[in-house]
């Protein structure tokens, strides 16, 4: 059975993307740690980070800071933190999320509810960010 990523990335189920590429894709977290966390997700469906192979993993970690770099411009964060726990979901991904402090890193304090349209403005300020740095893989 597919991931819920791997059903994110097919569109079968929704996703606000902010970046795609032949190797990668990069979307909002549902769950939102603050405004504009996103989950950088390679396109095979691989659980856990370590068996990526070194292709992906750099790819991986390049779309992350490119990320990173768009969520300082747009979000004006303390830091911005890279997390990879493999928990919640069988398909390895990266949690980039910009932060004030370590207490953000609470995923039991992550929204439960978000404002759909707060999301919306959080991908779309990202995507034109990402595409002011010189990324075009942050289409829509």
């Known amino acids: 059975m597919s991931s819920v990523f791997t059903r ?4 079968e189920l929704p996703g606000r993307f902010v970046w795609r590429d032949a ?12 405004p504009g ?11 856990q980070w370590i068996d990526l192979d070194d292709p992906t993993t750099a790819r991986l970690m390049a779309v992350a800071k490119a990320i990173g770099n768009a969520q300082r411009e747009v ?3 303390a830091r911005v933190g890279l ?17 004030i402090s370590m207490a953000d890193f609470d995923f ?4 439960q509810d978000p ?6 403005d959080a991908a779309g ?16």
């Open 8 to 11: 994110i990335i097919e569109g």
């Open 23 to 34: 190797t990668c894709v990069a979307f909002l977290s549902v769950n939102p740690l603050q």
């Open 37 to 47: 966390h996103t989950l950088v997700v390679p396109r095979a469906e691989v659980d």
């Open 75 to 77: 979000f004006r964060p």
């Open 83 to 99: 997390i990879v726990a493999g928990y919640e979901v069988p398909h390895c991904h990266v949690h980039v999320v910009p932060t």
């Open 108 to 111: 039991t304090r992550a929204a």
């Open 115 to 120: 404002d759909p349209a707060g999301l919306d």
């Open 125 to 140: 300020q990202l995507r034109s960010a990402l595409i002011a740095l010189g990324h075009p893989e942050a289409q829509a």
